[in-house]
């Protein structure tokens, strides 16, 4: 046999064997993007419904009674105090 066929036929041979590598490598990645991508999904999905319960949780319909329940009102007409800008608060009294 000729030097050029041997190095042609191992050249051939070799490249098989190097894309054949590269095909798996490539499955490899493609199934790992996929899982994450499914694990993103899932997260944004868990996040939804997160934010579902978080608003049923807040509603002040649900919150009052229980926070009455507890001795909690609302505030009244002397306990809110407008503060003046540049102004400091001390012991109930405002001043400049």
């Known amino acids: 046999m000729h030097p050029v066929t041997v190095s042609a036929a191992f050249l051939a041979i070799s490249s098989a ?7 798996y490598e490539t499955k490899q990645l493609e199934a790992r993007v996929a899982q994450q991508q499914r694990q993103a999904d899932q997260a944004r999905s868990d996040i939804a419904v997160l934010k579902a319960e978080r608003a049923h949780l807040l509603r002040p319909a649900r919150i009052e009674p229980l926070a009455r329940a507890q001795g909690l009102a609302p505030p009244a007409d002397g306990q809110i105090v407008e503060t003046v800008p540049g102004a400091t608060i001390q012991t109930g009294t405002i001043s400049r």
């Open 17 to 23: 064997f190097l894309l054949y590598g590269l095909s």
